[in-house]
């Protein structure tokens, strides 16, 4: 073999280990711990669906659970693979942060205009 193609060849190995490491063994990890958490869904967890819609599980079954979503005890069937994470997703931002940032943001009083004197003509 011409020692330009093996390195060549041995140049194009290493940068197909480097994608699996970087990209494609992650992505399958990400992916089973996303099916573990479905998986383990029970009844009374408060979960978050990747439409965003919060609500409380009130029954499992093999591929669908069914959510209360308020308190006048509106009832939706999901499929498993709707959920994003279980808990309430926040912002950004904890409560505590959010009320400084509102209190730094809040306008100081401006003082009292002075109404405009008529003018004669």
């Given at each position: 073999?011409d020692?330009?193609?093996?390195?060549?060849?041995?140049?194009i190995?290493?940068l197909?280990?480097?994608m699996?490491?970087?990209?494609i063994?992650?992505?399958?990890?990400?992916?089973?711990?996303?099916?573990?958490?479905?998986?383990?869904?029970?009844?009374g967890d408060?979960?978050?669906?990747?439409?965003?819609?919060?609500g409380?599980?009130?029954?499992?079954?093999?591929?669908?659970?069914?959510?209360e979503?308020?308190?006048?005890r509106?009832?939706?069937?999901?499929?498993?693979?709707?959920?994003s994470?279980?808990g309430?997703?926040?912002?950004?931002?904890?409560?505590?942060?959010k009320?400084?940032?509102?209190?730094?943001e809040?306008?100081a009083?401006l003082?009292?205009e002075?109404?405009?004197a008529?003018?004669?003509?």
């Open positions: 073999m020692p330009n193609m093996t390195s060549t060849l041995m140049m190995v290493v197909f280990v480097i699996y490491f970087l990209m063994r992650p992505e399958n990890k990400r992916k089973k711990k996303a099916q573990e958490m479905r998986d383990s869904l029970k009844k408060v979960i978050t669906t990747i439409g965003g819609i919060v409380k599980i009130v029954s499992v079954n093999k591929d669908t659970i069914v959510i979503t308020s308190e006048d509106v009832r939706m069937e999901l499929t498993k693979w709707a959920v994470t279980t309430v997703q926040s912002g950004e931002q904890p409560e505590e942060q009320k400084d940032k509102k209190e730094e809040a306008p009083e003082p009292a002075e109404p405009a008529d003018e004669e003509k």
